[in-house]
Protein backbone atom coordinates (compact mmCIF):
# COMPACT_ATOMS: atom_id res chain seq x y z
CA UNK A 1 0.00 0.00 0.00
CA UNK A 2 1.51 3.39 -1.00
CA UNK A 3 1.38 6.32 1.36
CA UNK A 4 1.65 9.77 0.83
CA UNK A 5 2.22 12.94 2.18
CA UNK A 6 -0.97 14.68 1.20
CA UNK A 7 -3.63 12.98 0.06
CA UNK A 8 -6.45 15.73 -1.35
CA UNK A 9 -9.77 14.41 -1.89
CA UNK A 10 -11.37 16.01 -5.39
CA UNK A 11 -10.07 17.35 -8.23
CA UNK A 12 -11.66 20.70 -8.76
CA UNK A 13 -9.42 23.79 -9.76
CA UNK A 14 -8.80 24.18 -5.86
CA UNK A 15 -7.20 20.63 -5.82
CA UNK A 16 -5.87 20.12 -8.72
CA UNK A 17 -3.84 23.97 -7.84
CA UNK A 18 -3.03 22.30 -4.48
CA UNK A 19 -1.48 19.20 -5.90
CA UNK A 20 0.76 21.16 -8.41
CA UNK A 21 2.23 23.55 -5.79
CA UNK A 22 3.07 20.60 -3.28
CA UNK A 23 4.53 18.17 -5.63
CA UNK A 24 6.41 20.91 -7.08
CA UNK A 25 7.78 21.56 -3.72
CA UNK A 26 8.65 18.05 -3.55
CA UNK A 27 5.73 16.16 -1.03
CA UNK A 28 4.33 13.13 -2.91
CA UNK A 29 0.73 14.00 -3.62
CA UNK A 30 -2.38 11.99 -4.73
CA UNK A 31 -5.60 13.27 -6.04
CA UNK A 32 -8.42 11.54 -5.70
CA UNK A 33 -11.52 11.90 -8.29
CA UNK A 34 -14.79 10.43 -7.60
CA UNK A 35 -15.78 10.82 -11.64
CA UNK A 36 -13.79 9.86 -14.72
CA UNK A 37 -13.48 13.61 -15.84
CA UNK A 38 -11.31 15.66 -13.54
CA UNK A 39 -11.56 19.32 -13.11
CA UNK A 40 -15.31 19.66 -11.01
CA UNK A 41 -16.56 23.33 -12.41
CA UNK A 42 -13.58 23.22 -15.10
CA UNK A 43 -15.50 20.08 -16.79
CA UNK A 44 -16.29 20.34 -20.05
CA UNK A 45 -18.59 18.04 -22.18
CA UNK A 46 -19.72 17.50 -26.13
CA UNK A 47 -22.61 16.83 -27.43
CA UNK A 48 -23.30 16.52 -31.72
CA UNK A 49 -19.31 17.44 -32.25
CA UNK A 50 -20.04 21.03 -30.15
CA UNK A 51 -18.20 21.50 -26.38
CA UNK A 52 -19.64 23.06 -23.84
CA UNK A 53 -18.08 24.58 -20.44
CA UNK A 54 -19.95 23.31 -17.13
CA UNK A 55 -19.27 26.26 -14.64
CA UNK A 56 -16.30 28.73 -16.43
CA UNK A 57 -17.56 30.70 -19.11
CA UNK A 58 -14.98 33.33 -18.68
CA UNK A 59 -11.88 34.27 -16.74
CA UNK A 60 -10.61 37.79 -15.40
CA UNK A 61 -7.56 39.05 -14.48
CA UNK A 62 -5.15 37.56 -16.95
CA UNK A 63 -3.68 40.55 -18.48
CA UNK A 64 0.53 41.39 -17.99
CA UNK A 65 0.71 42.58 -14.33
CA UNK A 66 -2.31 40.95 -12.86
CA UNK A 67 -3.33 38.84 -9.91
CA UNK A 68 -4.25 35.81 -11.43
CA UNK A 69 -2.08 36.16 -14.61
CA UNK A 70 0.82 35.80 -12.14
CA UNK A 71 -0.75 33.16 -10.04
CA UNK A 72 -1.19 30.92 -13.40
CA UNK A 73 2.61 32.02 -14.38
CA UNK A 74 3.70 30.07 -11.24
CA UNK A 75 1.42 27.07 -11.58
CA UNK A 76 3.65 26.87 -15.10
CA UNK A 77 0.27 27.16 -17.22
CA UNK A 78 -0.80 30.86 -18.18
CA UNK A 79 1.41 30.72 -21.64
CA UNK A 80 -0.39 27.65 -22.49
CA UNK A 81 -3.97 28.38 -22.59
CA UNK A 82 -5.57 29.90 -25.77
CA UNK A 83 -7.41 32.71 -24.88
CA UNK A 84 -9.72 34.72 -26.74
CA UNK A 85 -9.93 37.91 -25.22
CA UNK A 86 -13.49 39.43 -24.93
CA UNK A 87 -14.72 42.48 -26.48
CA UNK A 88 -12.89 45.44 -24.47
CA UNK A 89 -15.69 47.96 -25.47
CA UNK A 90 -18.40 45.85 -23.80
CA UNK A 91 -17.62 42.54 -22.81
CA UNK A 92 -20.51 41.81 -20.44
CA UNK A 93 -24.04 43.76 -21.76
CA UNK A 94 -27.08 43.80 -19.24
CA UNK A 95 -30.16 44.40 -21.32
CA UNK A 96 -34.30 44.54 -19.70
CA UNK A 97 -37.32 44.06 -20.90
CA UNK A 98 -39.28 47.05 -22.33
CA UNK A 99 -35.76 48.91 -22.72
CA UNK A 100 -33.95 49.21 -26.32
CA UNK A 101 -30.33 49.83 -24.77
CA UNK A 102 -27.64 47.78 -24.23
CA UNK A 103 -25.60 48.66 -21.17
CA UNK A 104 -21.58 47.73 -21.55
CA UNK A 105 -19.08 46.91 -19.35
CA UNK A 106 -16.13 48.18 -20.77
CA UNK A 107 -12.34 46.61 -19.59
CA UNK A 108 -10.01 49.25 -18.20
CA UNK A 109 -11.81 51.44 -15.50
CA UNK A 110 -11.06 54.90 -17.73
CA UNK A 111 -12.96 52.92 -20.56
CA UNK A 112 -15.75 51.55 -18.04
CA UNK A 113 -16.63 54.73 -16.72
CA UNK A 114 -16.78 56.55 -20.18
CA UNK A 115 -18.97 53.96 -21.53
CA UNK A 116 -21.54 54.14 -18.78
CA UNK A 117 -21.05 57.96 -18.60
CA UNK A 118 -22.06 58.00 -22.12
CA UNK A 119 -25.32 56.92 -21.63
CA UNK A 120 -25.68 58.41 -18.06
CA UNK A 121 -23.86 61.98 -18.57
CA UNK A 122 -25.11 63.24 -15.50
CA UNK A 123 -23.81 60.40 -13.30
CA UNK A 124 -19.60 60.40 -14.11
CA UNK A 125 -18.89 62.01 -10.86
CA UNK A 126 -20.85 58.54 -9.12
CA UNK A 127 -19.18 56.10 -11.77
CA UNK A 128 -15.93 57.83 -10.73
CA UNK A 129 -16.93 57.51 -7.32
CA UNK A 130 -17.95 53.54 -7.51
CA UNK A 131 -14.39 52.49 -9.40
CA UNK A 132 -12.52 54.09 -7.22
CA UNK A 133 -14.14 52.69 -3.88
CA UNK A 134 -13.71 49.13 -6.11
CA UNK A 135 -10.31 49.54 -6.25
CA UNK A 136 -10.23 50.75 -2.92
CA UNK A 137 -12.02 47.96 -1.23
CA UNK A 138 -9.73 45.04 -2.89
CA UNK A 139 -6.47 46.65 -1.97
CA UNK A 140 -7.29 45.78 1.41
CA UNK A 141 -7.07 42.02 0.65
CA UNK A 142 -3.11 40.82 0.45
CA UNK A 143 -3.47 37.88 -1.93
CA UNK A 144 -5.73 39.49 -4.12
CA UNK A 145 -2.53 41.74 -4.91
CA UNK A 146 -0.06 39.43 -4.99
CA UNK A 147 1.42 40.40 -1.37
CA UNK A 148 1.62 38.24 1.41
CA UNK A 149 -0.07 38.86 4.63
CA UNK A 150 -2.98 37.85 7.51
CA UNK A 151 -5.99 36.04 6.13
CA UNK A 152 -7.53 36.70 9.12
CA UNK A 153 -11.06 37.87 8.13
CA UNK A 154 -10.79 40.14 11.65
CA UNK A 155 -8.02 42.30 9.79
CA UNK A 156 -10.70 42.88 6.19
CA UNK A 157 -12.57 46.09 5.72
CA UNK A 158 -15.93 45.97 4.16
CA UNK A 159 -17.22 42.55 5.53
CA UNK A 160 -19.99 44.18 7.14
CA UNK A 161 -21.14 46.50 4.03
CA UNK A 162 -23.92 45.54 1.74
CA UNK A 163 -22.97 46.08 -2.12
CA UNK A 164 -26.45 47.18 -2.87
CA UNK A 165 -26.01 50.04 -0.08
CA UNK A 166 -22.64 50.90 -2.12
CA UNK A 167 -24.05 51.23 -5.13
CA UNK A 168 -27.18 53.09 -4.17
CA UNK A 169 -24.75 55.32 -2.33
CA UNK A 170 -22.81 56.02 -5.63
CA UNK A 171 -25.68 57.00 -7.94
CA UNK A 172 -29.79 57.35 -7.32
CA UNK A 173 -30.19 56.80 -11.30
CA UNK A 174 -32.69 53.63 -10.14
CA UNK A 175 -31.42 52.68 -13.94
CA UNK A 176 -28.18 52.98 -13.54
CA UNK A 177 -28.14 51.20 -9.98
CA UNK A 178 -29.56 48.17 -11.73
CA UNK A 179 -26.51 48.00 -14.19
CA UNK A 180 -24.12 48.13 -12.08
CA UNK A 181 -25.59 45.57 -10.25
CA UNK A 182 -26.73 43.38 -13.45
CA UNK A 183 -24.15 40.99 -13.38
CA UNK A 184 -24.38 40.21 -9.88
CA UNK A 185 -25.18 36.22 -11.42
CA UNK A 186 -21.58 36.54 -11.18
CA UNK A 187 -21.90 35.35 -7.17
CA UNK A 188 -25.53 35.17 -6.66
CA UNK A 189 -26.09 38.99 -6.15
CA UNK A 190 -29.16 39.45 -3.09
CA UNK A 191 -30.20 42.36 -1.81
CA UNK A 192 -30.52 41.64 1.90
CA UNK A 193 -27.33 39.30 2.24
CA UNK A 194 -24.47 40.54 -0.40
CA UNK A 195 -21.40 42.22 1.03
CA UNK A 196 -19.48 44.87 -0.74
CA UNK A 197 -16.17 43.13 -0.59
CA UNK A 198 -17.72 39.74 -2.82
CA UNK A 199 -19.15 42.23 -4.71
CA UNK A 200 -15.68 44.39 -5.86
CA UNK A 201 -13.50 41.06 -5.79
CA UNK A 202 -15.56 39.74 -8.36
CA UNK A 203 -16.70 42.81 -10.85
CA UNK A 204 -12.59 44.06 -10.83
CA UNK A 205 -11.16 40.97 -11.89
CA UNK A 206 -13.46 41.12 -15.26
CA UNK A 207 -13.33 45.25 -15.55
CA UNK A 208 -8.91 44.56 -15.36
CA UNK A 209 -8.97 42.31 -18.49
CA UNK A 210 -11.79 39.37 -19.64
CA UNK A 211 -11.22 36.56 -21.35
CA UNK A 212 -12.58 33.04 -22.83
CA UNK A 213 -11.33 29.92 -23.06
CA UNK A 214 -10.94 28.88 -26.40
CA UNK A 215 -12.67 25.11 -27.05
CA UNK A 216 -13.46 25.08 -22.81
CA UNK A 217 -11.95 25.75 -19.49
CA UNK A 218 -11.19 21.72 -19.19
CA UNK A 219 -7.68 22.80 -20.73
CA UNK A 220 -6.89 24.56 -17.11
CA UNK A 221 -7.24 21.20 -15.71
CA UNK A 222 -5.61 19.29 -18.57
CA UNK A 223 -2.46 21.73 -18.05
CA UNK A 224 -2.18 21.56 -14.08
CA UNK A 225 -2.45 17.84 -14.17
CA UNK A 226 0.13 17.51 -17.03
CA UNK A 227 2.27 19.61 -13.65
CA UNK A 228 1.43 17.55 -11.26
CA UNK A 229 2.26 14.39 -13.47
CA UNK A 230 5.59 15.76 -14.25
CA UNK A 231 6.43 16.69 -10.49
CA UNK A 232 5.78 13.39 -9.13
CA UNK A 233 1.94 13.31 -8.25
CA UNK A 234 -0.23 11.09 -9.16
CA UNK A 235 -4.08 11.74 -10.08
CA UNK A 236 -6.37 8.47 -9.74
CA UNK A 237 -10.24 8.77 -11.55
CA UNK A 238 -12.77 6.88 -10.39
CA UNK A 239 -11.60 7.13 -7.35
CA UNK A 240 -14.57 8.12 -4.59
CA UNK A 241 -14.01 8.72 -0.97
CA UNK A 242 -16.67 7.43 1.27
CA UNK A 243 -14.84 7.59 4.78
CA UNK A 244 -11.65 8.90 6.60
CA UNK A 245 -10.17 6.48 9.13
CA UNK A 246 -8.26 7.70 12.66
CA UNK A 247 -6.04 6.81 14.24
CA UNK A 248 -4.40 8.93 17.47
CA UNK A 249 -7.17 11.72 16.30
CA UNK A 250 -5.60 12.25 13.11
CA UNK A 251 -6.77 11.20 9.40
CA UNK A 252 -4.66 7.74 8.75
CA UNK A 253 -6.42 6.61 5.68
CA UNK A 254 -8.91 7.52 3.11
CA UNK A 255 -11.70 4.63 2.37
CA UNK A 256 -12.97 4.52 -1.31
CA UNK A 257 -15.74 2.98 -2.49
CA UNK A 258 -14.43 0.18 -3.87
CA UNK A 259 -12.73 -0.80 -0.30
CA UNK A 260 -9.10 0.68 -1.43
CA UNK A 261 -7.66 2.78 1.48
CA UNK A 262 -5.07 5.18 0.60
CA UNK A 263 -3.17 6.20 3.82
CA UNK A 264 -1.50 9.52 3.79
CA UNK A 265 0.07 12.17 6.51
CA UNK A 266 -1.73 15.11 5.60
CA UNK A 267 -5.53 15.38 3.81
CA UNK A 268 -6.74 18.16 1.49
CA UNK A 269 -10.54 18.18 1.40
CA UNK A 270 -11.40 19.92 -2.43
CA UNK A 271 -14.95 18.32 -1.58
CA UNK A 272 -17.71 20.79 0.02
CA UNK A 273 -16.84 21.07 3.64
CA UNK A 274 -20.59 19.66 4.82
CA UNK A 275 -20.04 16.91 3.10
CA UNK A 276 -16.25 16.40 3.64
CA UNK A 277 -17.74 16.08 7.55
CA UNK A 278 -20.59 13.72 6.55
CA UNK A 279 -17.02 11.40 5.69
CA UNK A 280 -15.83 11.16 9.33
CA UNK A 281 -18.05 8.98 12.15
CA UNK A 282 -19.64 11.18 14.99
CA UNK A 283 -17.46 12.42 17.83
CA UNK A 284 -14.32 13.35 15.69
CA UNK A 285 -15.14 16.77 15.96
CA UNK A 286 -17.20 18.45 18.17
CA UNK A 287 -20.86 18.70 17.57
CA UNK A 288 -20.94 22.22 17.34
CA UNK A 289 -18.36 22.79 14.57
CA UNK A 290 -20.14 19.91 12.80
CA UNK A 291 -23.44 21.55 13.35
CA UNK A 292 -21.81 25.05 11.89
CA UNK A 293 -20.49 23.90 9.28
CA UNK A 294 -23.53 22.05 8.02
CA UNK A 295 -26.39 24.27 8.50
CA UNK A 296 -24.13 27.30 6.86
CA UNK A 297 -27.12 28.52 3.69
CA UNK A 298 -25.94 27.49 0.56
CA UNK A 299 -26.21 29.67 -2.69
CA UNK A 300 -28.82 28.56 -4.76
CA UNK A 301 -28.39 26.52 -8.32
CA UNK A 302 -29.09 27.30 -12.24
CA UNK A 303 -30.64 25.36 -14.71
CA UNK A 304 -28.46 25.51 -17.82
CA UNK A 305 -30.00 25.40 -21.40
CA UNK A 306 -27.18 24.04 -23.99
CA UNK A 307 -28.14 24.83 -27.19
CA UNK A 308 -25.97 23.24 -30.30
CA UNK A 309 -26.60 25.43 -33.44
CA UNK A 310 -26.34 24.57 -36.66
CA UNK A 311 -22.79 25.13 -38.16
CA UNK A 312 -21.72 28.84 -39.70
CA UNK A 313 -25.75 30.43 -38.87
CA UNK A 314 -25.24 32.68 -35.79
CA UNK A 315 -21.97 34.99 -36.34
CA UNK A 316 -20.14 34.65 -32.68
CA UNK A 317 -20.39 37.78 -30.20
CA UNK A 318 -17.50 38.34 -28.09
CA UNK A 319 -19.40 39.42 -24.96
CA UNK A 320 -22.01 38.07 -22.56
CA UNK A 321 -25.45 39.02 -21.76
CA UNK A 322 -27.16 39.19 -18.47
CA UNK A 323 -30.82 39.98 -19.12
CA UNK A 324 -33.73 41.07 -16.70
CA UNK A 325 -37.62 40.69 -17.31
CA UNK A 326 -37.69 43.13 -14.88
CA UNK A 327 -35.73 46.64 -13.47
CA UNK A 328 -35.05 44.88 -10.10
CA UNK A 329 -31.67 42.70 -10.24
CA UNK A 330 -31.48 42.02 -6.66
CA UNK A 331 -34.50 39.76 -6.25
CA UNK A 332 -33.92 36.89 -8.86
CA UNK A 333 -33.37 34.48 -6.21
CA UNK A 334 -36.79 34.55 -4.99
CA UNK A 335 -38.31 34.12 -8.31
CA UNK A 336 -42.21 33.84 -8.88
CA UNK A 337 -42.07 30.40 -10.38
CA UNK A 338 -44.83 31.68 -12.54
CA UNK A 339 -43.01 33.82 -13.93
CA UNK A 340 -40.06 31.85 -14.32
CA UNK A 341 -37.33 32.87 -15.97
CA UNK A 342 -37.22 36.30 -14.66
CA UNK A 343 -33.41 36.13 -15.69
CA UNK A 344 -30.72 34.48 -17.68
CA UNK A 345 -26.94 34.59 -18.33
CA UNK A 346 -26.25 33.69 -21.86
CA UNK A 347 -22.74 32.55 -22.99
CA UNK A 348 -21.23 31.42 -26.78
CA UNK A 349 -18.86 28.94 -26.69
CA UNK A 350 -15.50 30.19 -29.41
CA UNK A 351 -14.48 26.88 -31.68
CA UNK A 352 -10.87 27.30 -32.80
CA UNK A 353 -12.12 25.43 -35.90
CA UNK A 354 -14.61 27.74 -36.59
CA UNK A 355 -13.92 31.10 -34.65
CA UNK A 356 -16.17 33.56 -36.41
CA UNK A 357 -19.34 31.29 -35.49
CA UNK A 358 -20.94 30.18 -32.63
CA UNK A 359 -21.38 26.88 -32.82
CA UNK A 360 -23.11 26.75 -29.33
CA UNK A 361 -25.14 28.85 -26.58
CA UNK A 362 -25.07 28.44 -23.12
CA UNK A 363 -27.98 29.58 -20.75
CA UNK A 364 -28.65 29.87 -17.58
CA UNK A 365 -31.38 31.14 -14.93
CA UNK A 366 -31.51 30.71 -11.57
CA UNK A 367 -33.20 27.63 -10.27
CA UNK A 368 -34.36 26.46 -6.33
CA UNK A 369 -33.35 22.25 -5.36
CA UNK A 370 -36.98 22.68 -4.38
CA UNK A 371 -38.20 22.10 -8.04
CA UNK A 372 -36.34 18.95 -8.35
CA UNK A 373 -36.96 17.47 -5.07
CA UNK A 374 -38.82 15.09 -5.88
CA UNK A 375 -36.03 13.59 -7.66
CA UNK A 376 -33.61 13.90 -5.22
CA UNK A 377 -33.25 10.44 -4.00
CA UNK A 378 -31.81 9.28 -7.48
CA UNK A 379 -28.30 9.44 -9.09
CA UNK A 380 -27.23 9.97 -12.37
CA UNK A 381 -23.48 10.38 -14.02
CA UNK A 382 -21.84 8.98 -16.91
CA UNK A 383 -20.34 6.16 -14.60
CA UNK A 384 -23.77 5.23 -12.75
CA UNK A 385 -26.55 5.84 -15.02
CA UNK A 386 -29.99 6.25 -13.68
CA UNK A 387 -33.22 7.24 -15.69
CA UNK A 388 -35.21 9.46 -13.53
CA UNK A 389 -38.33 8.93 -15.56
CA UNK A 390 -40.29 10.61 -17.98
CA UNK A 391 -41.94 13.05 -15.62
CA UNK A 392 -38.04 14.42 -14.85
CA UNK A 393 -37.73 14.37 -18.56
CA UNK A 394 -41.00 16.66 -19.11
CA UNK A 395 -39.92 19.19 -16.55
CA UNK A 396 -36.91 19.39 -18.50
CA UNK A 397 -38.08 20.35 -21.92
CA UNK A 398 -40.70 22.59 -20.46
CA UNK A 399 -38.07 24.42 -18.83
CA UNK A 400 -36.15 24.47 -21.87
CA UNK A 401 -39.18 25.61 -24.20
CA UNK A 402 -39.64 28.57 -21.08
CA UNK A 403 -36.31 30.00 -21.83
CA UNK A 404 -36.37 29.61 -25.57
CA UNK A 405 -39.34 31.47 -25.52
CA UNK A 406 -36.98 34.49 -23.36
CA UNK A 407 -33.99 33.92 -25.97
CA UNK A 408 -35.99 33.76 -28.49
CA UNK A 409 -36.96 37.90 -27.88
CA UNK A 410 -32.88 38.64 -28.32
CA UNK A 411 -32.51 36.22 -31.03
CA UNK A 412 -35.47 36.42 -33.11
CA UNK A 413 -34.74 33.18 -35.51
CA UNK A 414 -32.87 31.21 -32.60
CA UNK A 415 -35.12 28.09 -32.91
CA UNK A 416 -34.38 27.65 -36.82
CA UNK A 417 -30.46 27.98 -35.82
CA UNK A 418 -30.84 25.41 -33.42
CA UNK A 419 -29.96 21.77 -34.25
CA UNK A 420 -30.69 20.16 -30.80
CA UNK A 421 -30.74 21.09 -27.10
CA UNK A 422 -29.58 19.70 -23.84
CA UNK A 423 -30.06 20.54 -20.13
CA UNK A 424 -28.86 20.55 -16.86
CA UNK A 425 -30.82 21.19 -13.89
CA UNK A 426 -29.51 21.20 -9.84
CA UNK A 427 -29.36 17.64 -9.70
CA UNK A 428 -27.02 17.23 -12.93
CA UNK A 429 -24.82 20.30 -10.86
CA UNK A 430 -25.13 17.90 -7.86
CA UNK A 431 -24.23 14.43 -8.94
CA UNK A 432 -20.95 15.68 -11.48
CA UNK A 433 -19.53 18.66 -9.18
CA UNK A 434 -20.77 17.38 -5.71
CA UNK A 435 -22.03 20.65 -4.74
CA UNK A 436 -24.85 20.35 -2.16
CA UNK A 437 -28.21 20.84 -3.91
CA UNK A 438 -26.79 21.78 -6.98
CA UNK A 439 -25.22 25.09 -5.65
CA UNK A 440 -23.15 27.03 -7.88
CA UNK A 441 -21.33 29.15 -5.35
CA UNK A 442 -21.14 27.45 -1.96
CA UNK A 443 -21.72 29.16 1.22
CA UNK A 444 -23.67 32.39 0.67
CA UNK A 445 -22.02 35.49 2.18
CA UNK A 446 -24.13 37.68 5.07
CA UNK A 447 -23.11 41.13 4.76
CA UNK A 448 -24.85 40.88 8.74
CA UNK A 449 -22.60 38.19 9.93
CA UNK A 450 -19.74 38.12 7.77
CA UNK A 451 -17.34 35.88 9.71
CA UNK A 452 -19.95 33.05 9.65
CA UNK A 453 -19.38 32.11 6.62
CA UNK A 454 -15.67 32.05 6.63
CA UNK A 455 -14.40 29.37 6.49
CA UNK A 456 -11.13 28.49 7.50
CA UNK A 457 -8.02 26.11 5.70
CA UNK A 458 -7.11 24.75 8.93
CA UNK A 459 -9.98 21.87 10.59
CA UNK A 460 -10.43 20.83 14.08
CA UNK A 461 -8.97 17.73 12.66
CA UNK A 462 -5.14 18.30 12.66
CA UNK A 463 -3.94 17.18 9.77
CA UNK A 464 -6.94 17.65 7.48
CA UNK A 465 -7.20 20.89 5.44
CA UNK A 466 -10.11 22.30 3.18
CA UNK A 467 -9.90 24.11 -0.20
CA UNK A 468 -11.63 25.39 -2.73
CA UNK A 469 -14.61 27.77 -3.31
CA UNK A 470 -16.23 27.43 -0.43
CA UNK A 471 -12.73 28.55 1.83
CA UNK A 472 -11.97 32.12 0.92
CA UNK A 473 -14.22 33.36 -2.28
CA UNK A 474 -15.50 31.30 -5.70
CA UNK A 475 -14.58 32.26 -9.60
CA UNK A 476 -11.28 30.79 -10.48
CA UNK A 477 -9.50 33.43 -8.79
CA UNK A 478 -11.30 32.95 -5.70
CA UNK A 479 -10.14 29.50 -5.47
CA UNK A 480 -7.01 29.76 -6.79
CA UNK A 481 -6.20 32.25 -3.58
CA UNK A 482 -8.26 29.79 -1.43
CA UNK A 483 -5.66 27.28 -3.00
CA UNK A 484 -2.40 29.39 -2.21
CA UNK A 485 -4.18 29.99 1.41
CA UNK A 486 -4.17 26.10 2.22
CA UNK A 487 -0.73 25.19 0.45
CA UNK A 488 0.59 28.18 2.97
CA UNK A 489 0.01 26.13 5.83
CA UNK A 490 2.71 23.86 4.34
CA UNK A 491 4.95 25.95 2.67
CA UNK A 492 4.21 29.36 4.66
CA UNK A 493 2.83 32.66 2.84
CA UNK A 494 5.91 34.49 3.10
CA UNK A 495 7.47 31.41 1.06
CA UNK A 496 5.22 31.00 -1.05
CA UNK A 497 3.78 34.27 -2.37
CA UNK A 498 7.68 35.38 -3.09
CA UNK A 499 7.82 32.62 -5.19
CA UNK A 500 4.39 33.78 -7.12
CA UNK A 501 6.09 37.22 -7.59
CA UNK A 502 9.04 35.79 -8.85
CA UNK A 503 7.73 33.28 -10.94
Not at 100 to 113: C, K, P, S, T, V
Not at 398 to 403: P, V
Not at 457 to 478: A, D, M, R, S
Request: glycine share 8%; with cysteine.
Amino acid sequence: MSKYDIVIVGSGLGGLECATMLSKEGYSVVVLEKNHQIGGNLQTFTRDKTIFDTGIHYIGGLDEGQNLNQYFKFLGIRDQLKLKKLDENGFDIVTFDDDENEYRYAQGFGRFIDTLAAQFPSERAGLVMYCDKIREVCANFPLYNLKSGSQDPGNFKYLDQSAREFINSCTSNPKLQNVLAGTNGLYVGEADKTPLYVHALVINTYIESAYRCIDGASQIARLLTKSIHAHGGKIMKNAEVVRFHFDGGKIRYAELKDGRMIEGDNFISNVHPALTFNMMEEGMVRKSYRKRIQSLDNSISVFILNLVLHKGTLPYFNHNYYHFKTEDVWNQVDYDLNKWPTSYALFSGVNSKNPGFSDGLIMLSYMKFDEVAKWSGSFNTMKYDSSRGEDYAAFKEEKAWLMMNELEKKIPNIRSLTKSYYTSTPLTLRDYIGTVGGSMYGYTKDYKNPILSFISTKTKIPNLYLTGQNLNLHGVLGVTIGSVITCSEFLGNKYLMDKIVKS
